[in-house]
């Protein structure tokens, strides 16, 4: 069937990208970066939020940022095998896992163990695990695209599916992710441009309060332009957390209809 | 370790508060550190690194292998912590995956720079052997052996000390290699290339206690932290990685202060450290 020149139908075919050597678009430093979707450097992809997406789940969330879509399921409080210890405070679990299809070539679906610890450390700081002692909650992110700035999107995604779940938080968590790539400063990069990025940044911030619970940064960075980073990202962050409230109260008030 | 109790927490709490830790240190000084290089003869490089009661010894191999075809230009490097239960019984099977996994993304996160191989800490194109078809790949592994605070900024320590002892052999390609056959290497046994370490950045942890921060903690002065921030500088002052470790919140500028706290510290760690590890290469070539 494959040697049959002309008789493929036209309706879909694999695309063939995974065989082209990568071009180096970037030796030269001075040229500018265009972004390949037209977004100015600043400027963030357009989310889309949906809680209530998994209806046997205590609360859910669906997020698609341009390509990268995922789902969070959240599940408790409840009681855990795995806790023997009592412990007057609740317990936080949280597991990131990609599926088979989400990257460009099929990769075998795992979980990510450092995703996993990354988010966690980005919710315990939100979350008032007192108020659910000697029970556990267990936090579910399935990336089903992965289409850069995955693990701003799993955060974001993730603290929505716990406000649905009517678990408390001191705040909703955002997190926004910026690329370095030479002299720019690019947010909310995606796939083709982490790959070329020559630093990095992710904040995830609790907007009201104005605190920052996680900051990841490799790269070589100096001072100022790490302000310049860190007062972008805070900026969409509350951008962003407002787009995460007016989703919740739409869910409640069509609920309510 | 168990429990601390109201007084002591107090006792530790209020004593940074006056710029006297519980060992008599002042808020910004590290413990004593204690630099052995060459302890794994095996290896292509090692070191063994104590600060105060944490033990941490690091070993590099070199192999020979094909680079990612991203990258060809450009040999790989891989970092890996493992905690061994000697440093504490929770850690064995898999008790201790949870902190290995933690150090080891902190590590490659401080050193390894971005994607594209900018700023990091490593220069990796000096670790290619043909372009596209061989390159060297490090393989760095590090074992806790005892644990009493401050892992991350002793790892550090340990990784820069084990580049500076390793010796990648020299590499003789069989002329007239053609299209995609393996080219024919001839390793020497005799001659070594030394690793260019004076760019590898240093980790700084800075961990916030009450409204003060403190560097070089002790298990017990972490038990109290609110969060902690791991910067890594390298001696040009420029920030090569930064992880926020730890559940609190905290206001962007206290952030920016940690920074510049740390710039400072660094210059008198990097001095430290070099003098270390120059008098512990000594010591190992008369030996």
């Known amino acids: 069937m494959a040697g049959r020149p002309g008789t493929n139908p036209t309706t879909y075919s694999p695309s063939l990208k995974t065989q082209k050597t990568r071009s180096t678009i970037f030796k030269d430093q001075e040229i500018d970066w265009v972004r390949p979707d037209g977004r100015g450097f600043q400027q963030c992809r357009p989310a889309f939020f949906r809680t209530g997406a998994v209806t046997a789940a205590s609360g859910s969330a669906y997020a698609e940022f341009g390509n990268t879509k995922v789902i969070v399921s959240v599940f408790g409080p409840r009681e855990s095998k795995k806790a023997m210890m009592y412990s007057d405070i609740g317990r936080l679990n949280c597991n990131v896992s990609y599926t088979t299809f989400a990257t460009p070539v099929r990769a075998q679906g795992s979980d990510r163990k450092e995703f996993s610890s990354m988010l966690h450390k980005a919710l315990e700081g939100a979350i008032i695990l007192e108020t659910f002692p000697k029970t556990t909650v267990d936090v579910f992110a399935l990336v089903l695209e992965s289409g850069g700035s995955d693990l701003p999107v799993v955060i974001s995604c993730a603290s929505l599916a716990l406000a649905d779940a009517g678990i408390l938080m001191y705040d909703l968590v955002t997190s926004v992710s910026l690329s370095c790539l030479g002299k720019n400063l690019v947010i909310d990069p995606i796939l083709e441009e982490e790959s070329y990025q020559d630093g990095s940044l992710m904040i995830t911030c609790m907007p009201s309060r104005y605190e920052v619970t996680q900051l990841t940064i490799t790269g070589e960075w100096s001072t100022p332009k790490i302000n310049e980073g860190m007062q972008l990202c805070l900026d969409a962050c509350s951008k962003l957390a407002n787009i995460m409230r007016s989703c919740l109260k739409e869910a409640t008030t069509s609920s309510q209809e | ?287």
């Not at chain 2, 530790?12 to 794994?40: C, F, H, M, N, W």
């Not at chain 2, 002790?218 to 040009?236: F, G, H, L, P, Y």
């Open chain 2, 1 to 287: 370790m168990g429990g601390l109790s109201l007084g002591e927490k107090n006792f530790i709490q209020g004593g940074i508060a006056q710029d006297l830790r519980s060992d008599g240190r002042k808020r910004l000084t590290y413990r004593p550190v204690s630099v052995e290089t060459g302890v794994i003869p095996q290896a292509n490089g090692s070191a063994r690194v104590r600060m105060g009661a944490t033990d941490v010894i690091s070993s590099v191999k070199a192999e020979l292998g094909k680079p990612s075809s991203l990258q060809p230009d450009k040999g790989k490097v891989s970092i890996y912590v493992d905690c061994s239960p000697t440093a504490a019984p929770m850690f064995e099977g898999r008790g201790g995956d949870e902190l290995s996994t933690d150090l080891s993304v902190a590590l490659q996160c401080c050193l390894l720079g971005g994607k594209s191989g900018a700023g990091a800490g490593i220069d990796l194109s000096s670790l290619i052997v043909v372009e596209g078809k061989m390159c060297w790949g490090l393989y760095i592994d590090c074992l806790v052996i005892s644990s009493d605070g401050n892992l991350l900024d002793a790892l550090g320590a340990a990784i820069k000390a084990a580049l500076s002892n390793t010796g990648i052999p020299r590499v003789l390609v069989a002329a007239g290699a053609s299209g995609d056959e393996q080219p024919e290497v001839d390793i020497s046994d005799e001659e070594f290339l030394q690793f260019d370490t004076s760019d590898i950045p240093v980790i700084v942890t800075l961990t916030k206690v009450g409204r003060h921060y403190i560097v070089d903690a002790t298990s017990e002065e972490e038990s109290q932290m609110s969060s902690a921030v791991s910067i890594s500088v390298n001696r040009k002052g420029h920030i090569c990685g930064l992880t926020k470790r730890g559940g609190a919140g905290l206001d962007p500028s206290i952030i920016l202060d940690m920074i510049s706290v740390a710039k400072h510290v660094s210059e008198q760690l990097i001095n430290k450290l070099d003098s270390e590890i120059a008098a512990a290469e000594a010591g190992e070539d008369d030996s």
